[in-house]
């Protein structure tokens, strides 16, 4: 049996189960969410809809924001591609490349940081505007954001770690990750926030916290690939100028959702007090999907389309997407429709507790069914995309995302003032069906994919599918706004009976149409 850099690029190329692969980090994925749900409901409990839950949300964001952007979203799309290419030469060039991308991603994070620090009152007002006219909330949010900026620098690094160990197949670690951000967040609320004059202070020293513990949480497997090395800082490496020849268009092409989010909160800033909270919870449970499905395609898609494209397969990428784009139609429209139809169901089972109130509940529904309309395009995004930064073809994902940006920014000025926070969330999942479709006609035009007539059907059965599910749910469980008048112990058992009634009756309807369970595996 060989060993050593041929025997690992033999199991590079050999077909991967792209289909295990996603179910890994689907089920990670699933308990971050699920954790993510404990911490938000914790958060409403203690802090609901209010002006410090305002600022929090905020200062939370804005390193998020640049998180999203720079880290997870455009350098893994920029990144990915080019360490594919290096998994195929010797061990040296690859150690080498790493040393280097890591060293140079650490020098440019940390005047980022001071800055971040320093600017804190900038960037404030740059993402809540309506602030300025509360000076208490100003304040608090510019001290929160001085606490919760250094996260990014951490975050950034967990990020670095996070795509290396995709791009050896090592899913688990990474998609597991946020769960101790979630947990870092319950524990300062309920163990730390007695210790501060202003309770909400420990939120922030718990993002802090969670960043550097998430960055080590990732070393061990780092180490067991043998890639724990020594920085290096050197801007001319050819693979580092590679990266960084992809990395200008794809910041802002990996980061419509992120981009849409930063205009609907400095529009919300200047609506009614509560805003950016309701916004905020429906939010969180439209990304519950987007995270556990879309996310998880798009981290197992990146890394074997990337390889696929290495290996000069083109078949076999054409293959691979649209496999992608079946799971996401098969997954993503019966959970919008669910999204929809249970919206405020969801909202008082999660989060009606504590300082939220009734009313806090039925304004965050009504975001969360304008964000359900666009979830089915956000989770094809994130199949599409990969195609493009697969083939480190950065710049039309570029253009068709300046094309969405523009439709979301237009609708929002439109709208935000008639309909409100609804408004905003409306004109994101706007946004997101022209990226999608855009995206999708690029790759058709192109060659590079070529829906079966298997993607159509499955589309057709999801369809049909999730409308037998919402007239079922509509038809069997009580009206909305009973979930209103119950205890917390009634709701959690109704909706029970609703995921359950749900999942079964989608599930019948996909089987009977002729949609089988072996169609869900892959290998590429």
């Not at 033999?10 to 404990?38: C, H, K, P």
């Not at 268009?249 to 980061?255: D, E, I, Y």
């Not at 076999?316 to 019966?334: H, I, K, N, Y």
Request: hydrophobic fraction near 55%.
């Amino acid at each position: 049996m060989s060993t050593g850099p041929d025997a690992e690029n033999d199991a590079y190329e050999a077909g991967q189960n792209v289909a295990a692969q996603g179910g890994i980090v689907s089920a990670m994925t699933m308990l971050s969410r699920i954790s993510g749900l404990a911490r938000d409901m914790v958060l409403s409990y203690f802090f609901g809809a209010t002006n410090v839950a305002d600022a929090f949300f905020v200062a939370f964001r804005i390193p998020n924001f640049f998180r999203r952007l720079f880290a997870e979203g455009a350098f893994n799309q920029a990144f990915v591609p080019v360490l594919a290419e290096y998994r195929l030469q010797d061990d040296m060039a690859l150690r080498q490349f790493v040393a280097a991308v890591g060293g140079n991603l650490a020098a440019v994070l940390l005047p980022v940081v001071i800055v971040g620090v320093v600017c804190a009152p900038a960037l404030v007002a740059v993402f809540a505007p309506g602030f300025w006219d509360d000076e208490e909330r100003f304040e608090l949010t510019v001290d929160m954001v001085r606490i919760t900026f250094p996260y990014l620098g951490f975050i950034s690094l967990t990020a670095f770690a996070g795509a290396v160990l995709n791009s050896h197949h090592r899913y688990a670690i990474p998609a597991f990750t946020p769960v101790l951000l979630n947990l870092s967040l319950i524990s300062a609320v309920l163990f730390a926030a007695d210790l501060f004059a202003t309770p909400v202070l420990a939120l922030a020293w718990g993002v802090l916290v969670a960043g550097f513990v998430q960055l080590v949480f990732q070393a061990p497997s780092m180490q067991r690939l043998g890639l724990v090395v020594r920085p290096s800082l050197d801007f001319r490496h050819p693979g580092v100028r590679q990266v960084g020849r992809l990395l200008g268009p794809a910041v802002f092409a990996a980061s419509v959702l992120q981009i849409n989010s930063l205009v609907d909160t400095i529009l919300a800033s200047t609506l009614v007090a509560g805003s950016i909270s309701w916004l905020y919870y429906s939010d969180r449970l439209f990304e519950l999907p987007i995270g556990v499905v879309a996310a998880a395609l798009g981290a197992v898609l990146l890394t074997n389309l990337s390889r696929l494209d290495s290996a000069g397969a083109r078949e076999r990428f054409s293959d691979t997407l649209d496999w992608g784009m079946r799971m996401g139609a098969l997954l993503g429209v019966p959970a919008a429709a669910a999204l929809y139809g249970l919206a405020l169901p969801l909202i008082a089972t999660i989060f009606l507790r504590g300082e939220l109130t009734e009313g806090d509940a039925r304004m965050a529904a009504l975001s969360l069914q304008a964000f359900a309309v666009g979830l089915p395009a956000f989770v094809w995004v994130k199949v599409l995309a990969p195609g493009y930064f697969a083939q480190q073809d950065t710049a039309t994902p570029f253009r068709i995302a300046s094309i969405a940006v523009v439709t979301n920014v237009a609708l929002n000025l439109a709208l935000f003032s008639w309909w409100g926070h609804v408004g905003l969330a409306f004109a994101t999942s706007v946004s997101g069906w022209v990226n999608a479709l855009l995206l999708l006609r690029g790759l058709m035009r192109d060659g590079r994919y070529r829906p079966g007539r298997a993607f159509w059907l499955t589309c057709a059965r999801a369809m049909v599918g999730s409308a037998v599910m919402l007239v079922a749910l509509l038809w069997l469980m009580p009206e909305p706004t009973s979930w209103l008048s119950v205890d917390g112990w009634t709701r959690a058992l109704w909706m029970a009976g609703a995921v359950a009634l749900g999942a079964s009756s989608y599930g019948a309807v996909a089987v009977l149409l002729g949609e089988k369970p072996r169609s869900l595996l892959h290998r590429a």
